[in-house]
Structures are given as C-alpha cells and as structure tokens.
C-alpha cells in the first residue's frame, strides 16, 4: 500500500481530494476550506505504487460547519465484499463526531456504522464515556451532552455481535469549560477566546480572512 487518499463529495460542490500521511498503523490528515453542510460524504481508497486500488472505505452523512473541526474515522475494506468461514469480530466502518471540540454542557453528534463478515450475525452497537450523556447509548445515530466542566473525554464505540466477539474505536472530545471573564457581548460569559488571526464566530474561532455565518454565541475576543 502506497498511499491513501480521502476525497469529500457533497451535492452541488466541487470534491476535494487530499493524500494522507501515515502515523504508525493509520493514516490521517486534516481538510481544511470545505463548504459547510450535513450530507458530506468522504471516500477513502488505498492504491498501490501503480496506482492500483487496494482498499475502499466510506463515511456518509458526515456534518460540517464553519469553525467547527469533525473528526472522522474510516476503516479501509476489501473492494469486494466477501462471507467469513471462521467466526469473526464485527468491525466499526465509519465514525464521525461533530464538533470535536465543545463547550461544557452541549452536545455532539455522533454517528458510526459497522460490518460483520459471518452471515447470520446481528451487530450491536455500544457507546461509553466516564461522563456526560448519551442520548441513546445502543444506537449508531445519536448525541452526546457535555458535561457541566471543562476536560478532554475519550469517547468509546463497541460493535459486538451475537457471538460474543467485538471491536472498539475511541475517539477524544474536547470540553470547553464556560469562563467568567472576557466580553462577549450582550452580557453573555465568554466560552472561548479568539484573537490574532482568528475572530468569534458563534461559540468558536475562525480565520479572520473568513467570512462567519453563524449568529452570536458565546466566543469572545
């Protein structure tokens, strides 16, 4: 495998396709300048010197928003989609979580999907966390709710089938604590501080060189 690249598709956008960089047994990258919106589709393919493909993967539904960063994980398949003889540990396909990065008390959205190889085998999903609240902690599509103090939490996903065997993805979220001090205007407490080339764009920062389309939130310079 010689590399892998990731190419995100929305309706009515031109698709953006970015190399990534390999980190010990994965692969990532940060896309940067992409058009906002709730249906972004990226598309992971691993090729070879040739250019051949090796691998595909897909994540679907995928949320995007100015100032916001999404994390998406993918898992790489074969291009063929092919029964296990033996039992097999279902596997996590796609996760994604918007925002990655949010203030104490609200909520992100979280969606993953997996795949099993035996046939017959029902998957259940599982979501863990040491704090917060999952709006329903069996299901692929779901939010997570803060809690009430700043952290960094590390989010977990469970696909587990009916023969006992599983596989996991964690996934870390940052927890804004909620500051007293700072103007953000309106008498509002300052969630996130913005300065130098960055500017508030609701409860987040973005390039000054950008323009924000999101109404007031608690980001203050």
């Not at 595909?56 to 916001?68: M, N, Q, S």
């Not at 080339?197 to 389309?213: F, H, L, R």
Request: some cysteine.
């Amino acid at each position: 495998m010689a590399k892998i690249q990731v190419t995100v598709n929305a309706p009515g956008e031109e698709a953006v396709t970015k190399d990534l960089t390999r980190s010990s047994s994965q692969w990532t990258g940060t896309l940067t300048g992409l058009a906002e919106g709730t249906d972004r589709t990226f598309d992971a393919v691993a090729l070879d010197a040739g250019g051949a493909r090796l691998y595909t993967g897909r994540a679907a539904g995928v949320i995007l928003a100015d100032g916001e960063d999404t994390l998406v994980f993918i898992t790489l398949d074969e291009l063929t989609a092919s029964t296990a003889s033996q039992p097999e540990a279902p596997i996590l396909t796609s996760l994604t979580a918007h925002p990655a990065e949010v203030r104490a008390g609200s909520t992100v959205t979280l969606r993953a999907t997996a795949r099993d190889r035996n046939p017959g085998d029902t998957i259940r999903l599982e979501w863990t966390a040491p704090g917060g609240a999952f709006s329903s902690p069996t299901n692929g599509d779901i939010t997570w709710t803060a809690p009430s103090s700043g952290t960094t939490l590390l989010l977990g996903c469970t696909a587990s089938d009916t023969q006992g065997m599983g596989s996991s993805i964690s996934i870390p979220i940052e927890v804004r604590a909620v500051s007293n001090t700072g103007n953000s205007g309106s008498g509002r407490v300052c969630c996130k501080h913005c300065g130098g080339s960055s500017k508030p764009c609701g409860d987040s920062c973005i390039s000054s060189s950008y323009k924000c389309t999101k109404p007031a939130g608690c980001a203050c310079y």
